[in-house]
């Protein structure tokens, strides 16, 4: 069975520290891979997708960047975190095309 | 962007009534997903219906989907408590990128 592991749950930063939270995918091939975040009591703002290694789309621009260098990984960053970057991020996968979506647990971030 | 918007953004009622939640979209879309949220976790995929069906039920879930007026409901028959929840909709169109609204904060009351 197709499974996705995101971490850490929760993470706490400090202003112009950098930033790398990882997801990975187990148990299919070749899916899509999709950032996003969450303000409190808000919706979910898509920030980056990708269709394949290397691939990468961007959403809104932003102090984030997002690497996919394998198949089943997928790879969100900032050299330098803001304030407003705290949010709850959570990283989903489809099975390529348009079907239901498995999202992860989520990311806490904090950034002080 | 966000393609989807909710109404209401937050709805209460008693456990055992049904509850309807809407959603809107902008552009012409290949099909419509709903989504739940329980607090601080992931979102869990609740029904998908397509742009050329009209009706589409799940247990207690039945999902209508009206394309000419670019909206969606959601209905929650016979709630209960453990329903409460954030509810969103998800909308994909032509680009393989899932988009989604702000959603509606159920609140079921004992």
């Known amino acids: 069975s197709q499974t996705i592991h995101q971490w850490p749950a929760t993470l706490v930063q400090p202003v112009g520290s950098p930033l790398s939270l990882e997801c990975t995918v187990e148990g299919t091939s070749n899916p899509n891979l999709y950032w996003y975040r969450q303000a409190a009591g808000r919706g979910l703002q898509l920030l980056f997708y990708s269709v394949g290694i290397g691939q990468i789309s961007s959403e809104v621009p932003q102090n984030l960047s997002a690497s996919r260098p394998q198949d089943r990984q997928f790879i969100l960053s900032s050299k330098k975190l803001l304030l407003s970057d705290s949010g709850f991020y959570l990283c989903?996968?489809?099975?390529?095309?348009?079907?239901?979506?498995?999202f992860g647990q989520g990311t806490r971030l904090t950034v002080v | 962007s966000q393609q989807g918007e909710e109404d209401p953004q937050a709805l209460s009622i008693q456990e055992g009534e049904n509850a309807t939640m809407n959603c809107s979209y902008k552009?012409?879309?290949?099909?419509l997903q709903w989504y739940r949220q329980n607090s601080g976790r992931g979102l869990v995929h609740l029904i998908l219906?397509?742009?050329?069906?009209r009706e589409k039920h799940s247990g207690r879930l039945r999902v209508t989907l009206d394309t000419s007026k670019k909206s969606s409901s959601l209905l929650i028959t016979a709630s209960r408590a453990a329903d409460t929840a954030s509810y969103f909709c998800a909308t994909t169109a032509g680009a393989q990128k899932l988009v989604f609204g702000q959603g509606t904060r159920l609140t079921i009351n004992p």
């Open positions: 219906i397509r742009s050329n069906e």
């Open positions: 552009t012409s879309i290949n099909n």
């Open positions: 989903a996968w489809t099975p390529g095309g348009l079907t239901e979506a498995f």
